[in-house]
């Protein structure tokens, strides 16, 4: 059976992302409740080590089974609660009321659009009162949205199918996702950039969205 992308990449290059975790994580960490804490699209861990550490319970989803294997290496050093799940994100279920933190980054560009809307409705509805959402996505100011515009056929908005990663890549609009938060969610981080990109393969840029909302008690 033919390995998915992201099987291969962890594969061929450890710590694929890098070590750390993302900077917005580590800037707001003392605002998330102790409980549990959901990472869709763990990796090797970097976004959950600094709470495993804080005795949170950990749970992670990803599709690589390489990832994962590295990224339970790490939290049975850090002797911590958790439980790792080999699946794709669309077929992980989001229990309700259930996490403190959900942390997606990064990941939600690789699904449709419609996709990725609505997973992001499960992840709110998955949130304690109190629990922060944490996203990262590609924006349209990225430089290879403009590109896949003028040479790719959009497989529905915005989204477009890879055929070389035998996947889909999708950009959003910072007002699409505000758009599914009402007055019941606080804004505590909204940023967009676009930046250069060393951390794997070839530099390249990237414009992103980042946000951090948490649900009101």
């Not at 495993?52 to 050093?77: F, H, M, P, W």
């Not at 958790?82 to 980054?105: E, P, Q, R, W």
């Not at 499960?122 to 896949?148: A, Q, R």
């Not at 515009?149 to 959009?154: D, P």
């Amino acid at each position: 059976m033919k390995e998915n992308i992201w099987e291969q990449r962890y594969k061929e290059l450890k710590n694929l992302w890098g070590i750390e975790p993302e900077w917005t994580l580590i800037q707001y960490e003392n605002l998330v409740k102790m409980g549990k804490i959901l990472d869709l699209g763990i990796g090797e861990g970097r976004n959950v080590v600094k709470f495993a550490l804080k005795n949170y319970d950990i749970e992670g989803v990803d599709i690589s089974q390489t990832a994962l294997k590295r990224c339970e290496e790490l939290l049975k050093n850090v002797d911590c609660n958790y439980n790792l799940h080999c699946t794709n994100l669309l077929d992980f279920t989001l229990d309700l009321n259930k996490y403190s933190l959900i942390i997606s980054t990064w990941t939600l560009n690789f699904l449709k659009k419609s996709e990725g809307l609505k997973l992001i409705k499960n992840m709110k509805n998955s949130l304690t009162n109190g629990g922060i959402l944490y996203l990262g996505v590609f924006s349209k100011e990225d430089p290879k949205y403009t590109f896949l515009k003028e040479s790719n056929k959009e497989i529905e908005k915005d989204t477009f199918y890879i055929n070389k990663r035998d996947s889909f890549i999708t950009y959003y609009d910072k007002e699409e996702i505000l758009n599914l938060f009402n007055n019941e969610y606080e804004i505590i981080c909204l940023k967009e950039s676009y930046s250069l990109d060393i951390g794997h393969g070839d530099k390249h840029y990237h414009g992103d969205i980042e946000i951090m909302i948490r649900k009101l008690s």
